[in-house]
C-alpha cells in the first residue's frame, strides 16, 4: 500500500502542476464563451461517438480473450465499461487492474491471463499511436531537438512493443527462458518461466494471423471513431482545423493520459489539450474551452455507462483495489506453490 500511496501522491502532484500551466495566462469569460459556442447536435453526435467506441472496445477485447474463451458481449461490454469507469475514476491508472479482476471474478479464466489480454490491448494501442506521431511530426514543424527526442522516444516504444509480442509466440520465448536459465539461479528462472507463461497465455490472439488482422483493422475503427469525435468538435466550435490537426490533440491527449494523474485524468487531460491545439495557432482560450468539452463529454459518456452496467448487469462487482491487487498476490503466491512442489523431492520409501 505504501507503494501504492507514492503513486497517488506523485499522481496528484502532476495534475496540480498540468492544471496551473493549463490555466495560467486564460481568461476564464473567454473560456466560457468558448464553451458555449458548440451546438446541441455536435454535443449529441459526439456523446453518440464515445458510447460507440466503448462497444467496439469490448468487440476487440473479445477477439483478444478468444484463444482462452468465447465470451458473448451480455458479459463484456458491461465489464469493459464498468473497468473504464475504474480507470477513470481511480489515480494513478490504478483502475487498469479492475477489467481483469472482474472477468476472473465473473468467468473461469486467470487473473493473470485476463491481464495478459488487457496488456496485449493496450500495446496494440500504443503501435498504433507511435505510428500517428511518426505521421504527424515531419508536419509540425518542430525544433530539431524535438524532433530529434520524439523520434528516440518513438523507436524505443516500438523496440519494447516488439520485444513483448515477439514474446507471446511460444518459440522465442523458450529460446529467451533458455538463455535467461543460464545466467540466472535455477529458482528464480523457474519462477519467472511459469509466471511468463501464465501472463503470455492471455496474449495467444498474436499467434493466429486472421484473428490477428481483424484486431487491427477492428483497432484501425476504435481510433478512426476517436478522430471523428474530435472533428465533429472542432466543427461545433468554428476551429477551421483538419485531419492532422484531429491526430495531434488525439496523439498528444493519449499521452498525456498515459502519465500518471488525478482522477478523471484532470489537468494532465486539458494540459496536453491545449498543447496540441497551440501547435496549429489556436489561442489558449479556446485551446482550453475545447479541452474542458472534450474532457466533460468523455467522463460523462463513460461514467453513465459504467453507472448504468453496475445496476442492471448481474455481474459481481465488488471491486476495490484492495481486493483486487490481494487476489494478484494470490496468484502469485499460488504460482510459487506449484514451483515449491514441482522442485520438492519425492519421499523416499524408508521414510514413508
Not at 498515459?258 to 484532470?266: E, K, N
Request: charged letters at 10%; glycine letters at 6%.
Amino acid at each position: 500500500m505504501t507503494k501504492n500511496l507514492f503513486k497517488i501522491i506523485t499522481s496528484l502532484a502532476i495534475s496540480v502542476v498540468a492544471g496551473y500551466l493549463a490555466l495560467r495566462n486564460v481568461q476564464l469569460v473567454q473560456v466560457m464563451a468558448g464553451i458555449k459556442q458548440a451546438d446541441v447536435l455536435s454535443v449529441v453526435v459526439v456523446a453518440i461517438f464515445l458510447t460507440a467506441a466503448q462497444v467496439l472496445r469490448s468487440v476487440r477485447w473479445g477477439l483478444l480473450l478468444a484463444p482462452l474463451e468465447q465470451f458473448g458481449q451480455r458479459l463484456l461490454l458491461p465489464i469493459t465499461c464498468i473497468g473504464f469507469l475504474f480507470v477513470w475514476i481511480l489515480p494513478a491508472r490504478l483502475g487498469e487492474v479492475a477489467r481483469p479482476y472482474l472477468l476472473n471474478q465473473n468467468s473461469k479464466v486467470g487473473l493473470s491471463p485476463a491481464m495478459g489480454s488487457v496488456v496485449l490491448e493496450r500495446l496494440i494501442d500504443s503501435s498504433f499511436l507511435v505510428v500517428l506521431l511518426a505521421i504527424c511530426l515531419p508536419a509540425l514543424r518542430l525544433p530539431s531537438l524535438i524532433l530529434s527526442s520524439f523520434k528516440g522516444f518513438v523507436f524505443i516504444l516500438l523496440a519494447a512493443v516488439l520485444l513483448v509480442l515477439l514474446g507471446s509466440l511460444p518459440g522465442f520465448r523458450q529460446r529467451f527462458f533458455q538463455v535467461a536459465s543460464r545466467i540466472l539461479p535455477e529458482s528464480v528462472s523457474d519462477f519467472l518461466t511459469r509466471i511468463a507463461e501464465t501472463f503470455y497465455s492471455g496474449m495467444q490472439a498474436v499467434t493466429s494471423l486472421k484473428r490477428l488482422l481483424a484486431i487491427l483493422a477492428l483497432t484501425s475503427v476504435v481510433w478512426a471513431v476517436a478522430l471523428a469525435t474530435l472533428l465533429v468538435l472542432f466543427r461545433s466550435m468554428e476551429l477551421p482545423l483538419g485531419l492532422l490537426a484531429g491526430v495531434t490533440v488525439l496523439v498528444l491527449t493519449c499521452i498525456g493520459i498515459a502519465l500518471p494523474a488525478a482522477p478523471g485524468f484532470i489537468g494532465n487531460y486539458h494540459y496536453a489539450c491545449v498543447v496540441a491545439l497551440g501547435l496549429f495557432g489556436v489561442g489558449k482560450d479556446i485551446a482550453l474551452a475545447y479541452a474542458i468539452l472534450l474532457h466533460f463529454l468523455t467522463l460523462a459518456v463513460l461514467v453513465l455507462m459504467g453507472v448504468f452496467f453496475i445496476n442492471v448487469s448481474k455481474l459481481k462487482v465488488g471491486f476495490s483495489l484492495k481486493s483486487a491487487v490481494s487476489s494478484w498476490q494470490s496468484a502469485g503466491n499460488n504460482e510459487r506453490d506449484l514451483i515449491a512442489e514441482d522442485a520438492d523431492p519425492p519421499a523416499s520409501p524408508e521414510r514413508e
